[in-house]
């Protein structure tokens, strides 16, 4: 299981920082990546990024200059930082896990696919 | 605009089959596997077709997915009630930097 948390509210400019907590397996496990995907009001899915517990990692390039992924296998959590937010980043943020076909060192990226996703978090981008 | 086209609406009543279409290009379908998940707003996404055209267990067989070049399209039979959700057709996109893209979604209404 997979379990957003973060704060509602970020002002504008500043960082949306957000965790997801994994349950029920271990974030080190050679057969996934973990990674984050929002959907904003009114619109379709956004694919912000993936990482591996390595630290192997693909981002989306309209994002990536502003995005940071991180996997801390210690608490078996997933982090996104966001920086520079504006209204446009307001959005139902969730993290998933990402298959990859078996082990990924394996597999090439075209294999992996979201396979279990949280139910998300809301983050609204206001002063 | 998404980099994968689908159609904003479908409709169907109970029992109809409906076909959701999505197109890409030579760097996204026509390469790579294509995906397909539901989505019910406050709730979490749901895969239901991986690898163009595999089913995840648990997902009924009412649901099926193919791919042609670079399109691909869901088709749902026995519509139910239930069904009724945005979906979503993505794929991994090896332009730029390798990255993965979803279609702009499909609002299926039942009628």
């Known amino acids: 299981q997979l379990q957003e948390s973060g704060p509602g509210l970020v002002k504008p400019s500043e960082t949306l920082s957000l965790k997801c907590s994994v349950s029920?397996?271990?974030?080190?496990?050679?057969?996934?990546?973990w990674g984050w995907i929002r959907r904003p009001p009114g619109k379709g899915l956004e694919w912000i990024g993936i990482?591996?517990?390595?630290?192997?990692?693909y981002y989306n390039p309209s994002l990536k200059s502003r995005v940071t992924i991180s996997v801390g296998t210690s608490k078996n959590q997933i982090s996104l930082d966001l920086r520079s937010v504006s209204a446009a980043d307001t959005a139902v943020y969730f993290c998933?896990?990402?298959?990859?076909?078996?082990?990924?060192?394996?597999?090439?990226?075209?294999?992996?696919?979201?396979?279990?996703w949280g139910n998300g978090t809301t983050v609204t981008v206001s002063s | 605009q998404s980099v994968l086209t689908q159609p904003p609406s479908a409709s169907g009543t109970p029992g109809q089959r409906v076909t959701i279409s999505c197109s890409g290009s030579?760097?996204?379908?026509?390469?790579?596997?294509v995906f397909w998940y539901q989505h019910l707003p406050g709730t979490a996404p749901k895969l239901l077709i991986y690898?163009?055209?595999q089913r995840p267990s648990g997902v009924p067989d009412r649901f099926s997915g193919s791919k042609s070049g670079a399109s691909a399209s869901l088709t749902i039979n026995g519509l139910r009630s239930e069904d009724e959700a945005d979906y979503f057709c993505?794929?991994?996109?090896?332009?730029?930097?390798?990255?993965?893209?979803f279609g702009g979604g499909t609002k299926l209404t039942v009628l």
């Open positions: 998933a896990r990402v298959y990859c076909g078996g082990d990924c060192s394996l597999y090439f990226y075209h294999f992996y696919y979201m396979d279990v």
């Open positions: 029920g397996g271990s974030i080190s496990s050679g057969s996934y990546y």
């Open positions: 990482m591996y517990h390595s630290g192997t990692s």
């Open positions: 030579s760097s996204n379908i026509r390469s790579n596997f």
């Open positions: 690898r163009n055209n």
């Open positions: 993505a794929a991994w996109d090896d332009s730029l930097s390798a990255h993965w893209v």
